[in-house]
């Protein structure tokens, strides 16, 4: 541990961002098993539900991009992931 002032300062809150952080990506993962989940037992009556899981998991990555959580790149990906497994239940 460091005696200096700044550097306990820069521990403090790396430790602070890092929890932060933590939780952005574990809802993220939360909300994307939910969607899935509701993929799996989707018909015409639960659609509406699985729609309403997208938009909540794409806000949610969305939000993790502007507060520099995820890569650009990274949620883009995760959000074509999503979309390909909607698409992918109804072939």
């Known amino acids: 541990m460091s005696k200096h002032l700044s550097a306990m300062k820069k521990t403090q809150i790396s430790f602070r961002n890092r929890a932060k952080n933590r939780s952005y990506k574990a ?3 939360t909300l994307t098993k939910k969607y ?3 993929l799996n037992s989707l018909d015409n009556s ?3 539900n699985a729609m309403c899981n997208l938009a909540f998991v794409y806000s949610k990555i969305d939000k993790a991009v502007k507060k520099g959580v995820l890569p650009k ?3 883009a990906r995760k959000k ?8 992918n239940t109804f072939q």
Do not use: P
Request: charged content about 20%.
């Open 27 to 29: 809802s993220i993962k």
């Open 80 to 87: 074509s992931i999503l979309a390909r497994a909607l698409k």
């Open 46 to 48: 639960n659609y509406d």
């Open 36 to 38: 899935i989940i509701s």
């Open 73 to 75: 790149n990274t949620a």
